[in-house]
């Protein structure tokens, strides 16, 4: 399949700009950044808690060192507080920015708060974990990469990400028949793990079939629904796109589609920001 640019998907999707330009200017501002990376745990030590399901950065075992990746949230909430041409986003991000301030540990604190731990209530808890997520998923990088090499896809298997315990934002298929094999993909941390192709991934029910609504002209995108709890994914059918496909933002017109057909969005998702879209007209979908 050819290769889609973002701009060539806003020019068809126009509905999607001020999120896809919004994302775009998080994106350039980590980039700025550098990259700070987490250390690599000693693999062998992890074998326990994987077999028995424990996500890699809950795993005592593990002792992932999250502090580089709170350092780098800071520096980003920091940084896009600054964004003069992006007043609104700036304001909320300078908000977090003195709350977290102000506290001494906020680096340690934030980076235990994002894969769901407590201590922390920001004033912005959206923003902040689009801010976390795109600044960590930079640092957990090499980690994420050298975790899926180690690990042994079929003793996972379950309906959260091995790494952070996030429930997938979005599903891939690859591969033809008989080969063919259905990924999960995290929104949060950035890791793809192998899932049953005809499990639904939020009730665990196998009807042996998923109800898929493909739609025409979206570039192999479409949905995968549950019959049994009415929950969807949306399900990149293809390879090749994978940065602008799954990027969850890229989709959220689908997200509308399954909303108005009465099925109800069970995964995780890190566009939790309507104040700063519904500013800028991005939930008026025609
Ligand atoms: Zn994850
Ligand atoms: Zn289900």
Wanted: glycine fraction near 10%; charged fraction near 25%; aromatic fraction near 6%.
């Amino acid at each position: 399949m050819s290769r889609l640019t973002r701009e060539a998907w806003l020019e068809s999707h126009a509905y999607l700009r001020p999120v896809g330009e919004l994302c775009a200017r998080i994106e350039r501002a980590a980039a700025d950044l550098g990259v700070e990376a987490a250390p690599l745990p000693d693999w062998s030590a992890c074998a326990a808690d994987y077999r028995e399901g424990v996500p890699l950065l809950a795993s005592a075992a593990a002792a992932l060192d999250l502090e580089p990746a709170g350092r780098m949230t800071l520096r980003l909430v920091v940084a896009v507080a600054s964004d003069t041409a992006a007043r609104r986003l700036a304001s909320e991000a300078s908000a977090l920015a003195a709350d977290l301030g102000a506290r001494p540990d906020a680096a340690r604190l934030v980076g235990e708060w994002l894969p769901g731990g407590e201590g922390l209530e920001p004033p912005s808890p959206g923003l902040l974990r689009h801010l976390g997520w795109t600044a960590a998923s930079r640092s957990l990088g090499p980690v994420v990469r050298a975790f899926a090499r180690w690990r042994d896809e079929d003793l996972w298997q379950r309906k959260y990400c091995p790494t952070c315990g996030s429930a997938p934002a979005m599903g891939q298929l690859v591969g033809v028949d008989p080969g063919r094999q259905r990924f999960l993909v995290c929104g949060g941390c950035g890791d793809r793990w192998r899932y049953r192709r005809t499990q639904c991934p939020f009730c665990e029910n196998d009807a042996q079939r998923l109800t898929v609504l493909a739609v025409e002209g979206e570039a192999g995108l479409r949905l995968d629904s549950c019959d049994a709890c009415r929950g969807y994914l949306k399900t990149y059918d293809g390879q090749g796109n994978e940065d602008l496909l799954l990027a969850d933002w890229s989709s959220l017109h689908l997200d509308v589609l399954a909303c108005d057909r009465g099925l109800q969005r069970r995964a995780a998702s890190l566009y939790d920001l309507e104040p700063l879209l519904s500013s800028s007209g991005a939930q008026r979908i025609d």
